[in-house]
């Protein structure tokens, strides 16, 4: 098979990583890739991700047969619909069902339709309605930009005016842009915080291991909130029983309900789930690999994901019977002074020769000549 992977990130990376391991694998691409894909992939810089049109060219040019999907972006811009429309097969839901990674609002009137438990919420456009609703409640609340923010859309504000000037912020100031058009308050829920990531034909739902990420910038769980500087898989806290649990509660009324709406969800549907003292609650839903989850999760996956995801397009998911390795993965990310806000770039990145139980996944990294960003993911199988 001839594969193509979109994306540029340490996800990409370990997606790429995996992929190369696949004795179904003919020649693999990475569009635009970063220089850890480049050694294991053909990277293809000269397309943007933005660009359908030429992605589906360049597929039909070197008889792409499947097409894996890493950041959300494309596929909330509806990759998945232009390949699909010109017969290209491609691991990923359609834009219709990204929403519900896309739409914060989305995801929360969908999980309500379906009874998919969660915490409570209200939605709003005018930022004088928001305000009326916070003086209203009487619980700590979380405030999000409806649209994607790149991970950075979520605030939780301590007190009334920090929540009224995010709120001002977001809907008056647009500090989010589009994505701020919309923002969801909900009540902000306490426990730990758990990602259960499952493959999906959009019938049949497989789990893979549990996972823990680390947010806080800091050791003690202190700084800012980040895209994650580290994770491990699988976590203990989160049991058989609990996958269970959440397989009937969560991922299947999803992908059944996404379904009954005449949005079918195809490839990876992840749940930030939180465990609070009464069950299990959605945080909210993405609709790809997480990240960093992903650079844990994948080492320990001992069956074929090249097959897996062309299992996932051609609908036979219930074929396969998807094996995981014993042992247990975790990942470091080491990123460059003053991430995430300004960061230090053109730092010069070196390694000695790697243990053999370690791989290395790179994000936002140029080849030495250039200055760049320099974040490294480790990842200790």
């Not at 930022?127 to 916070?134: G, T």
């Not at 709120?167 to 259960?196: H, M, P, W």
């Not at 996972?211 to 989160?238: C, S, V, W």
């Amino acid at each position: 098979m001839n594969a193509l992977i979109i994306g540029s990130g340490g996800r990409e990376h370990a997606i790429v990583w995996k992929v190369r391991q696949s004795p179904k694998l003919k020649k693999l691409y990475a569009l635009p890739g970063n220089p850890g894909t480049a050694e294991l992939a053909e990277n293809i810089a000269g397309i943007s991700v933005d660009d359908h049109a030429e992605i589906v060219t360049f597929c039909k040019e070197k008889r792409i047969d499947l097409v894996i999907v890493g950041p959300e972006a494309p596929l909330a811009s509806g990759i998945v619909d232009s390949l699909s429309a010109a017969e290209i097969h491609c691991f990923g839901p359609k834009q219709a069902a990204a929403q519900i990674e896309s739409s914060k609002a989305f995801a929360k009137d969908f999980m309500a339709r379906h009874h998919i438990p969660t915490a409570r919420y209200a939605t709003f456009h005018q930022f004088n309605e928001a305000v009326r609703y916070l003086d209203s409640i009487d619980y700590r609340i979380v405030i999000k930009a409806s649209g994607l923010a790149a991970g950075k859309g979520v605030i939780l504000p301590e007190k009334m005016d920090e929540a009224k000037s995010t709120l001002k912020a977001i809907l008056v100031d647009k500090t989010f842009g589009d994505a701020g058009n919309e923002v969801v308050i909900e009540e902000r829920l306490v426990g730990q915080e758990v990602s259960l990531m499952a493959f999906t034909d959009g019938i049949v739902v497989v789990p893979m291991l549990p996972a823990q990420d680390h947010k806080r910038l800091f050791d003690g769980d202190e700084g800012p909130n980040t895209g994650g500087m580290g994770a491990y898989a699988p976590a203990p806290i989160f049991t058989v029983d609990m996958i269970y649990e959440a397989m009937a509660s969560v991922l299947k009324p999803a992908v059944n309900g996404l379904k009954i709406e005449g949005t079918p969800f195809v490839g990876v549907l992840y749940a930030a789930l939180m465990l609070t003292p009464n069950g299990i609650r959605v945080l909210e839903f993405n609709c790809r690999f997480g990240d960093p989850e992903t650079q844990v999760v994948l080492p320990l996956l001992e069956s074929d994901l090249l097959e897996i995801a062309e299992a996932c397009v051609n609908g036979n998911l219930s074929d396969m019977n998807i094996r995981w390795k014993n042992g247990n993965a975790v990942c470091v990310v080491l990123a460059s002074k003053g991430y995430p806000e300004k960061v230090e770039i053109g730092k010069l990145i070196t390694f000695d020769e790697l243990p053999e139980n370690m791989v290395c996944f790179m994000q936002g990294q140029r080849p030495k000549t250039e200055k760049s960003s320099s974040q490294v993911g480790a990842c200790l199988d």
